[in-house]
Antibody
Framework: QVQLVQSGAEVKKPGASVKVSCKAS????????ISWVRQAPGQGLEWMGW????????NYAQKLQGRVTMTTDTSTSTAYMELRSLRSDDTAVYYC??????????????WGQGTLVTVSS | SSELTQDPAVSVALGQTVRITCQGD??????ASWYQQKPGQAPVLVIY???NRPSGIPDRFSGSSSGNTASLTITGAQAEDEADYYC????????????FGGGTKLTVL
């Protein structure tokens, strides 16, 4: 079955970086993109950005430009999201999701199980 | 515009029909997709495209769209439908970014 499995929880100090992985299985990795979405405690979903697993093209949310980098390793069907200069308000559950899009639509399916990143001194 | 607006909370009596709405300029150009999220779990896709349900999603879930408003309808709501629901679409500003609504907490009474 199509599945995304993420790396484990992280605790980081303010100013540090975190890199979360997302391993895909059950489909041709390079045929789809991966979006990253985060959810702060008690808050809604926030789209962070997208990467094409075909050619590595990226599209980041404006508020995270300069702090986030998304990459893929096609040899292991794994996507990565690195967030730098962490602040306390980056504390959130980070999700990867397979991103399907076309002319008038996009959707995310499936989602990874989520990775809790806690930023605390 | 890069905003999608949802009512924060909606309630429905068990077995009745409820509509959850999502408003935004981008919905004039793009279909919404809808996600169900239960506490402590990852979101799950329930509606995508014009009105499509992934395998395993009950047919009591349906989607529709008119103008700048997309709707998720649950016909005959069940206790297990109590959850947060989020809409999503492409950003209509031409940069192909994605955007989520703020979410609607559905309570089944």
């Amino acid at each position: 079955q199509v599945q995304l499995v993420q790396s484990g929880a992280e605790v980081k100090k303010p100013g540090a970086s975190v890199k979360v992985s997302c391993k895909a299985s059950g489909y041709t990795f390079t045929s789809y993109g991966i979006s990253w979405v985060r959810q702060a405690p008690g808050q809604g979903l926030e789209w962070m950005g997208w990467i094409s697993a075909y050619n590595g093209n990226t599209n980041y949310a404006q508020k995270l430009q300069g702090r986030v980098t998304m990459t893929t390793d096609t040899s292991t069907s794994t996507a990565y999201m690195e967030l730098r200069s962490l602040r306390s308000d980056d504390t959130a559950v980070y999700y990867c999701a397979r991103d399907v899009f076309g002319g008038e639509y996009n959707w995310f399916d499936p989602w990874g199980q989520g990775t809790l990143v806690t930023v605390s001194s | 515009s890069s905003e999608l607006t949802q009512d924060p909370a909606v309630s429905v009596a068990l077995g009745q029909t409820v509509r959850i709405t999502c408003q935004g300029d981008s919905l004039r150009s793009y279909y919404a997709s809808w996600y169900q999220q239960k506490p402590g779990q990852a979101p799950v896709l329930v509606i995508y495209g014009k009105n499509n349900r992934p395998s395993g999603i009950p047919d009591r879930f349906s989607g529709s769209s008119s103008g700048n408003t997309a709707s998720l309808t649950i016909t005959g709501a069940q206790a297990e439908d109590e959850a947060d629901y989020y809409c999503n679409s492409r950003d209509s500003s031409g940069n192909h970014r994605r955007v989520f609504g703020g979410g609607t907490k559905l309570t089944v009474l």
